[in-house]
Nanobody, 120 residues
Framework: QVQLVESGGGLVQAGGSLRLSCAAS????????VGWYRQAPGKQRELVAT???????NYVDSVKGRFTISRDNAGNTVYLQMNTLKPEDTAVYYC??????????????WGQGTQVTVSS
């Protein structure tokens, strides 16, 4: 069974920074991709950032230049460094991972989410 546990959310003023962490119950290299999604009240869940097993990154346009995704290559943790936060970044942030055969089924795995609130 795969578990993803997020931490690092909280309340911050606009312009501030937070770093989210996602600890997986498997090594990061058991996944083809890991990343972060977010869901604001009344909105659909959207991709924020992903990093593939090869190290390629992808960001939604609204966070480019402000957020950075990284991983602990020696372990099982993925990070999302969020700088210059804006009120519109307020959402529940979910860690996401896509399993990598033969280590794991090619399924999507999700964490429980961590709340990020940015005050104006």
């Amino acid at each position: 069974q795969v578990q993803l546990v997020e931490s690092g959310g909280g309340l911050v003023q606009a312009g501030g920074s937070l770093r989210l962490s996602c600890a997986a119950s498997r090594t990061i290299f058991n996944f083809n991709a890991v990343g972060w999604y977010r869901q604001a009240p009344g909105k659909q869940r959207e991709l924020v950032a992903t990093i593939t097993i090869g190290g390629s990154t992808n960001y939604v346009d609204s966070v480019k230049g402000r957020f950075t995704i990284s991983r602990d290559n020696a372990g099982n943790t993925v990070y999302l460094q969020m700088n210059t936060l804006k009120p519109e970044d307020t959402a529940v942030y979910y860690c996401y991972a896509r399993g990598r055969p033969p280590f794991l089924a090619a399924s999507d795995y999700w964490g429980q989410g961590t709340q990020v609130t940015v005050s104006s």
